[in-house]
């Protein structure tokens, strides 16, 4: 398995039900560290076949849309689940106004074909 977060920023944002890419993550924690913004999250692949997850992680408070991060998992297994810290880069320390909201955005999945 592979796991990589990297910042970016983006204004897309999906709701996920149960059988959905979206539905496999949700946010455990938001909080700021150090100021910057800290979103705990829980990745669980519920299908029956190996996984690629490509999921936003969507920063925003009082004043709007901070930006986010995404969170990449490779050759999640069947069942399997994951859990982390995603931060972005891109929002400097002290941004953060009034009450931090994390939020899960948009959420790729897409099967892993083994050769």
């Known amino acids: 398995m592979i796991a990589i977060a990297v910042g970016a920023s983006f204004?897309?944002?999906s709701c996920g039900g149960p059988n959905s890419p979206a539905g496999d993550v949700r946010i455990t924690s938001c909080t700021q560290v150090g100021g910057e913004p800290e979103a705990g999250y829980r990745l669980h692949n519920s299908t029956a076949g190996t996984q690629y997850y490509d999921a936003?992680?969507?920063?925003?408070?009082?004043?709007?849309?901070?930006?986010?991060?995404?969170?990449?998992?490779?050759?999640?297994?069947p069942g399997q689940s994951v859990t982390g810290k995603a931060t972005s880069e891109d929002i400097p320390a002290g941004s953060v106004t009034g009450r931090l909201d994390c939020r899960v955005g948009t959420v790729l999945r897409n099967p892993v074909t083994q050769p």
Do not use: C, K, Q, R
């Open 11 to 13: 204004a897309l944002t």
């Open 56 to 77: 936003e992680i969507v920063f925003s408070d009082a004043g709007g849309l901070l930006g986010g991060a995404n969170v990449i998992f490779a050759n999640l297994s």
